[in-house]
């Protein structure tokens, strides 16, 4: 497991919000709406000179949309699945907009379904408080997904 550090200042992702209690698979099914509709919300989406899309994330938070990590040892929140868009986006009607806080963050590559549980136990280990909710990126160049660990807000 390969832990980088990188900070991310307050950036907008429009997507399509769900909760765990809308039951198993509710992640999933998110992810199907949104690709589904992507044309919808493509034109907002931050893009490199190339017109390569940036971020895909899946953004977390507690039940209060305050980023805090997901309650009850992880298993209960929000998520948000969809695209890093331009500052000053607004969400089309059915999509919701999130506008996630500057962090420093630890992230790994998700290489297996023990990511989470191997970074959480790294923070234990090494007296790292987690100061928000964990977010998946996907990262369009490579392809490659990742899971980021924030470690303290930025005050901005």
Known sequence: MNIEKCIVDSFIVIGKEGST??????????????????????HLAKKDDNGNLLGIWGVMSDFSHSFNPWENDFSQGLYLAGVE????????????????????????????????????????????????????FNCPETG?????FPIRRLSN
């Open 85 to 136: 868009c331009l500052d000053g986006s607004e969400a089309p009607l059915g999509w919701t907009k999130w506008v996630v806080p500057g962090y420093e963050y630890i992230y790994v590559e998700n290489e297996n379904n023990d990511t989470f549980q191997n970074v959480i136990k790294y923070l234990q280990e090494n007296n790292i408080t987690l100061a928000g909710a964990v977010h998946d």
């Open 21 to 42: 209690k809308d039951g198993d698979g509710f992640i999933e099914k998110l992810w199907d709406d949104a690709n589904s509709h992507f044309n919808e919300v493509s």
């Open 144 to 148: 490659k997904g990742y899971m980021f």
